[in-house]
Each structure stands twice: as C-alpha cells, then as structure tokens.
C-alpha cells in the first residue's frame, strides 16, 4: 500500500501564492505519475497537473503559466507551486499517485489518493 500525506493549502488573498506538497510512502512500490486534482464548490473533481517519472509535466489550461508541478523521485514528493491566485483557483486540493506495489509473486498498479488540502483565494 501507498500513503500520501499532503501539506501547504490555506487561505490567500487573490494574486497570492501557495506551494502544496504530497509525500508517498509504503513499501516495496514505485511511482509512475503523481498528479493534483481539484474540486470546488458544487463542481466535479478536475485534474490540474500531473507529472510522470521522465518529468514531462502536463497542466489545465486554465492553470498555465502560473502553477507549476515538480517531483523528487528520490523522496516519492510531489510540489504544486501555484502563483497569481484567482478565486475559481478554490478548492479541495488532492494528491493522487499511480502506483505499482510489489507483492511476493506479483504487482499490482493501483490509484492512491491523499486526505485534500483546502486551498481558499478571497479578496
């Protein structure tokens, strides 16, 4: 199994920063993507970056250029370095993993998701 803690929302005014971090653990695994989702308000869950092990990043476009996903593969760590803040920006921030776990005789490529983080802009 695969655990993911994440650390980083809160509350910012518009045009702020926020720098979301997501740590995975476990044993006998490896990472294939890790990604960010978000989901406001009376609305669908979306996907807002994600990044694979060979690091070629891929965002929504209403998030380019202005947040900005990078991954330690030594440390299973995911970043989300999100500048220029905008109210619709708000949301519950989760991490998501996709990862393979070795068992014994076999391995098993699963999704893995961490607990969100709430990340407010106001103004």
């Known amino acids: 199994q695969v655990q993911l803690v994440e650390s980083g929302g809160g509350l910012v005014q518009i045009g702020g920063s926020l720098r979301l971090s997501c740590a995975a653990s476990?044993?006998?695994?490896?990472?294939?993507?890790m990604s960010w989702y978000r989901q406001a308000p009376g609305k669908q869950r979306e996907l807002v970056a994600s990044?694979?092990?060979?690091?070629?990043?891929n965002y929504q476009d209403s998030v380019k250029g202005r947040f900005t996903i990078s991954k330690d593969n030594a440390k299973n760590t995911v970043h989300l370095q999100m500048n220029s803040l905008k109210p619709e920006d708000t949301g519950v921030y989760s991490c998501?993993?996709?990862?393979?776990?070795?068992?014994?005789?076999?391995?098993?490529?699963?999704?893995?998701w961490g607990q969100g983080t709430q990340v407010t802009v106001s103004s």
């Open positions: 998501n993993a996709r990862a393979i776990v070795y068992y014994d005789t076999y391995e098993l490529e699963s999704d893995y």
């Open positions: 476990g044993t006998a695994f490896s990472i294939v993507t």
């Open positions: 990044i694979p092990n060979d690091g070629s990043a």
